[in-house]
């Protein structure tokens, strides 16, 4: 049982990676339908930093302890919880305020770590992990005769798309940004990669795909990308903007999807496919499936201490990190 304290990065006002300072904060018990948890590692994402420039409001406010991704033990249950009891270890990935070394958490966000599985490996794929398998499995169907094309192909969601979308068959286009990062998602499932910053990737796609384009495009990246992504794009092809590395997309006209070729377009989260208990567990248990077959590892070239996650973040938006990466507490 904890000691009524712990230690979190209070992020007390917007700005650069010198908001993110460790503190001592309070820690009370759990409350009704909250479990307390000792975190073993906190994954690391992108949108933790579009939290921090304020790009994205936290829901109450500030102060606020960024961070949407964990794994860790159970160490106390609050009242009416029989689901989750202490020594479980589980894992989350859609609720702000894990960088932290113990939390509160409400067990509807969480799931058990199967056998096999480190707390640090679950701590670095549940968010990425899981918007892999929304991304290839439910947004756009993947399959043996889909061509696709993933931006940022070398990152921590990047790594995993390309083994699992090889997985399922696909013919796997990635882009990245240094020769090195190359090399790397070659190594994880892609087909053909293409560098981004020295080569025109509209064009190479184009050759690469005898002229047709792709059916999807994956695009992270978002204002350095857009409109060259819907270039890339058959006709009737999908566009699906999911993140903003280099900054939001300019408003644009929807006559634009006609003038391309009919596209369509989304701009999914994956808050909104883990909504219920149901689509949280079948979404967790397809990616513990992948990974426990080996079809898809995950590679955590960076580990920081908690303390220093304002360095992990100028890291991260240097384009400097790989993979995924970890804070450990
Ligand atoms: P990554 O590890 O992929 O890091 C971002 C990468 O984007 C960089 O390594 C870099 O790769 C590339 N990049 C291109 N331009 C820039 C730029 N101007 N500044 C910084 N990076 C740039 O991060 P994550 O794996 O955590 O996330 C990947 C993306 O997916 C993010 O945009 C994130 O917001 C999004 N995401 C969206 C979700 C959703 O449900 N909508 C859920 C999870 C993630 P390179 O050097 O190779 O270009």
């Not at 549940?126 to 005769?145: F, H, S």
């Not at 993933?150 to 921590?156: D, I, Q, R």
């Not at 892609?190 to 047709?212: A, L, M, Q, S, W």
Request: aromatic content about 8%; proline content about 5%.
């Amino acid at each position: 049982m904890s000691s009524g304290k712990t230690r979190a990065i209070v992020m007390r006002e917007t700005g650069g990676p010198e908001v993110l300072k460790i503190e001592d904060i309070d820690l009370p018990p759990p409350a009704a339908g909250q479990v307390q948890i000792h975190h073993a590692a906190v994954g690391l994402n992108f949108i933790d930093v579009y939290f921090r420039t304020g790009l994205y409001k936290a829901p109450n406010g500030l102060p606020f302890v960024v961070g949407k991704e964990g794994a860790g033990t159970v160490t106390a249950v609050g009242a009416g919880v029989t689901d989750f009891a202490v020594g479980d270890r589980v894992a989350y990935a859609s609720s702000d305020g894990a960088y932290s070394v113990e939390r509160n958490i409400e067990t509807r966000h969480l799931v058990k770590v199967p056998e096999g599985i480190s707390l640090e490996t679950a701590a670095a794929m549940m968010l990425k992990g899981m918007t892999v398998e929304y991304l290839l499995n439910r947004t756009y169907k993947v399959g043996p005769d889909t061509v696709l094309l993933f931006h940022a192909a070398a990152g921590g969601v990047g790594l995993i798309a390309g083994q699992w979308a090889k997985a399922l068959g696909a013919t796997v286009i990635g882009t990245a940004g240094s020769d090195d990062k190359v090399k790397l998602a070659l190594q994880h499932g892609y087909d053909h990669v293409i560098n981004y910053r020295d080569d025109n990737f509209v064009e190479r796609v184009r050759e690469i795909t005898g002229g047709k384009g792709v059916d999807v495009v994956y695009d992270s990246i978002g204002k350095d990308t857009f409109p060259h992504s819907l270039d890339c794009l058959k006709p009737r092809g999908m566009w699906v903007s999911f993140g903003n590395a280099s900054g939001p997309v300019d408003s644009f006209s929807m006559s634009l999807l006609a003038q391309k070729g009919s596209l369509f377009a989304t701009r999914p989260t994956l808050f909104a496919y883990i909504a219920t208990p149901e689509e949280l567990k079948a979404c967790a248990e397809s990616l513990f499936a992948v990974v426990q077959s080996n079809k898809v590892r995950i590679n955590i070239p960076q580990t920081y201490p908690l303390a220093d996650a304002g360095r992990a973040h100028a890291d991260l938006e240097a384009r400097k990190t790989s993979g995924t990466t970890v804070l450990i507490p």
